[in-house]
């Protein structure tokens, strides 16, 4: 099959992502792909990179078999990538610290980032100050209501939080204002994304930055079983730690590549955050791809029991390898995500954020179905800790 490892063409995947942007920003684009592909097969940035990743995020995550949940469902065996083990507890430091060692060497001494629930802020913030680096954060005053203990790590870290005011006060404002900051300071400004989404080149440069996943997925696998898995699953959110995970087997076509996305609480429109299984072509922050709105084109509210799969788009990379059926992608409700959120805490004594616990909620149905020498892989892209309160209410309401 043909497909694109590198360099996107024109900054597309098939008809997906482009740069839908102002002209005040196609300068600082053109700049930030040039530097991006300058620096990144340098052998000084990559081992300064790889020395980071090793020394302060904690890499290589372990390969993990699950053989009491394995043995539990009694199908396939299931593995565990995990990702939740590393700084922070989750993927995301993969990609704040390649875009802020990036940034400096950019010469950028400020970097803006936005917000949903403090997740990509807190990333943003460690990275920034193991770098050196000057944080601005913009966060959408309802997140940061909900999300209190975020605003004050982001705060603890070094991070400056800029409320923002404007629309419904969350995610997609908070992109907004970002946008708007880095147009005018795009002198001195680095905008660090926090998912394979945006205009080209950010979904291309989070891939790669993510892609050091599937990478050592893939020698680890081998290692243990001598031979590829049949299925790799991942939750997708904007879509960063599915497509690090599914990148580097792309080419192998036997490996099947699942995305699991937040179908919430039902299908209408308002009550997930399903934009590949339930979404509509469109524009949103500077890429074509699918998302969730209306029929007058304006984006709807979506709803998802982690937050971190709470976006109303998808990555453009992701839109393409549904339409050339390369991945498949479908949806968990809340209420099966904390059931497996609950079973992968009983049975391996590993808490899961509820975001890959939509990935493990969909292996374990799937695992059912398999003979016992199959082998999927999730990619178990968080902690729980911080989804603990979530799902005591949630329990609470089952019970009472
Ligand atoms: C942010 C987050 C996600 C969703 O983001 P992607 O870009 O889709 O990976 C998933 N899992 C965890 C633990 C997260 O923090």
């Not at 684009?29 to 090793?54: A, I, Q, T, V």
């Not at 396939?76 to 060497?105: F, P, S």
């Amino acid at each position: 099959m043909e497909y694109r490892y590198e360099v996107p063409r024109g900054g597309r995947f098939g008809r997906f992502g482009g740069r839908y942007v102002p002209e005040t920003l196609m300068e600082a684009l053109r700049k930030l792909e040039e530097n991006y592909l300058r620096y990144k097969d340098d052998p000084g940035f990559r081992s300064e990179l790889d020395g980071l990743l090793r020394d302060y995020a904690g890499r290589p995550t372990p390969l993990y078999y699950a053989e009491n949940l394995s043995r539990r469902i009694g199908g396939a065996k299931i593995y565990l990538k995990r990702e939740d083990l590393l700084h922070g507890g989750a993927h995301k430091v993969n990609n704040t610290l390649g875009q802020g060692l990036l940034a400096k060497k950019m010469g950028k001494r400020r970097v803006i980032a936005e917000t949903g629930a403090g997740q990509h802020g807190v990333a943003t913030a460690m990275a920034c100050a193991a770098l050196g680096l000057r944080a601005e954060i913009y966060m959408g005053e309802v997140d940061m209501e909900r999300q209190r203990i975020n605003v004050f790590r982001m705060k603890l870290l070094g991070a400056e939080v800029h409320p923002v005011s404007s629309g419904s006060k969350t995610l997609k404002d908070a992109i907004n204002e970002a946008l708007r900051d880095w147009v005018t300071n795009v002198e001195d400004t680095y905008y660090l994304l926090g998912s394979c989404v945006g205009p080209h080149p950010y979904p291309m440069i989070v891939r790669d930055f993510q892609s050091v996943i599937g990478r050592e997925t893939r020698e680890q696998i081998l290692g243990a079983e001598g031979r590829l898995p049949d299925y790799i699953v991942a939750c997708v959110g904007g879509g960063s730690n599915a497509i690090g995970i599914f990148h580097p087997f792309i080419g192998d076509e036997d490996v099947k590549l699942i995305g699991v996305e937040a179908g919430g609480e039902g299908p209408e429109l308002g009550k997930h955050s399903a934009s590949l299984t339930r979404g509509m072509e469109g524009i949103l922050h500077g890429a074509y791809t699918y998302l969730l709105q209306d029929e007058d084109g304006q984006i709807a509210p979506t709803h998802s029991v982690a937050a971190g799969l709470d976006y109303p788009a998808v990555g453009p990379e992701h839109a393409y390898l549904k339409d050339i059926g390369r991945a498949m992608y479908l949806a968990v409700s809340d209420e099966e995500a904390v059931k497996a959120f609950l079973t992968l805490s009983k049975t391996e004594g590993i808490i899961p954020a509820l975001e890959s616990a939509h990935a493990l909620a969909y292996a374990m149905r799937l695992a059912e179905k398999c003979s016992k020498d199959s082998i999927i892989i999730v990619n178990l892209s968080g902690r729980g800790d911080k989804d603990l309160e979530t799902v005591l209410r949630r329990i609470g309401e089952w019970t009472s």
